[in-house]
């Protein structure tokens, strides 16, 4: 079975500075990964995936992950923080089928002046 | 154009009533989806259809009755309404395939008193 955890419900960070967000997942089979963005009052919206070759990918609005199979993790960062990105970000993964996609529980960024 | 859209935004609604709430996608996308979000954020998988066929049904009470009459409509028909179901349900949509990425509706924010 598939599962992804994020560590840290909520994170805060200055204005300019680095943002980091952390996902482990776990997954039987080779897995294909996405950050999505949710701003208040909205949906859900792709920041960027990892399905296969190049293990660092980008994303929207400056934001890039980088898979590493070896420590199951795909954390999402970005070099500096805008008061635009505060939000909720959500972690999944999906199966091969892409019928059954496991979110994480989702971390509130807090961007602070 | 909306892509993945909703009605309505928001229901109130007494316990025990019974309520829909419609979804419409306009890309062309064979796989659909209804989630839960609930007060912490957390969202979970109710349901995936595929080319108007259950593909997955996520341990949902049985008063929940998803309808897919085509491929770009997927509705949620919930009975004898609880407290417990007061959340944001979100309709969702992609192509087949674990890879692809998931397009989310604005959402229905459900409050039941």
């Known amino acids: 079975a598939q599962s992804v955890t994020q560590l840290g419900s909520h994170v805060s960070v200055s204005e300019g500075a680095l943002v980091l967000l952390r996902c482990n997942y776990s997954?039987?089979?080779?897995?294909?990964l996405f950050w999505y963005v949710q701003y208040p009052n909205q949906g859900l919206q792709l920041l960027l995936k990892?399905?296969?070759?190049?293990?660092l990918v980008k994303g929207i609005n400056g934001f890039e992950a980088e898979f590493k199979k070896s420590e199951t993790s795909f954390h999402l960062t970005k070099p500096s923080a805008h008061m635009s990105d505060a939000a909720e970000y959500f972690c999944?993964?999906?199966?091969?089928?892409?019928?059954?996609?496991?979110f994480g529980a989702g971390t509130r960024l807090f961007v602070k002046a | 154009d909306t892509a993945v859209s909703q009605t309505p935004k928001y229901l109130v609604t007494q316990m025990g009533n019974d309520k829909s709430i419609k979804c419409e996608q306009n890309?062309?996308?064979?796989?659909m989806y209804w989630y839960k979000q609930d007060s912490k954020k957390f969202l979970k998988i109710m349901f995936s259809?595929?080319?108007?066929?259950?593909?997955i049904n996520e341990t949902v009470p049985n008063r929940f009755s998803p309808k897919s009459p085509d491929k770009a409509h997927l509705n949620l028909h919930i009975n004898s309404l609880e407290l417990g179901d007061s959340a944001v349900y979100f309709c969702?949509?992609?192509?087949?395939?674990?890879?692809?990425?998931?397009?989310f509706g604005p959402g229905t924010r459900l409050t039941v008193l």
């Open positions: 259809y595929n080319n108007k066929e259950l593909i």
């Open positions: 997954s039987s089979v080779p897995p294909y």
């Open positions: 890309l062309g996308h064979d796989t």
């Open positions: 999944a993964v999906s199966d091969t089928g892409g019928f059954k996609t496991i």
């Open positions: 969702a949509s992609s192509p087949p395939q674990g890879y692809n990425e998931q397009f």
């Open positions: 990892y399905t296969t070759g190049a293990t």
